[in-house]
Nanobody, 122 residues
Framework: QVQLVTSGGGLVQAGGSLRLSCAAS????????MGWFRQAPGKEREFVAGIGWRTSNTYYAESVKGRFTISRDNVKNTVYLQMNSLKPEDTANYYC???????????????WGQGTQVTVSS
């Protein structure tokens, strides 16, 4: 079955960095777009970054552009989110997801990881 196991969250000071990982199994990883979303308490889940099955096709939310980088390793079946210059407003639970198509909407993704908490202190 499809599994997405997310890791790498934690507590960091503003201006710091974290790298999230999402290990995929149960499907042909290289054939699917992947994405990262986040959800803060009381807020809707929002798109953060996406990557097509080709590693050159990446896209970002405006709020993270220039600070976050999404990448994938189709040998290790893993997608990453490198987060630099973190801000307190980046605090959220971060989810990776498998895309049925490259996109920015929740409905563009069909399987979700369990989430990893990122907390940025000021």
């Amino acid at each position: 079955q499809v599994q997405l196991v997310t890791s790498g969250g934690g507590l960091v000071q503003a201006g710091g960095s974290l790298r999230l990982s999402c290990a995929a199994s149960g499907f042909t990883f290289s054939s699917y777009a992947m994405g990262w979303f986040r959800q803060a308490p009381g807020k809707e889940r929002e798109f953060v970054a996406g990557i097509g099955w080709r590693t050159s096709n990446t896209y970002y939310a405006e709020s993270v552009k220039g600070r976050f980088t999404i990448s994938r390793d189709n040998v290790k079946n893993t997608v990453y989110l490198q987060m630099n210059s973190l801000k307190p407003e980046d605090t959220a639970n971060y989810y990776c997801a498998r895309g049925v198509r490259p996109g920015r909407r929740v409905s563009d993704y069909d399987y979700w990881g369990q989430g990893t908490q990122v907390t940025v202190s000021s």
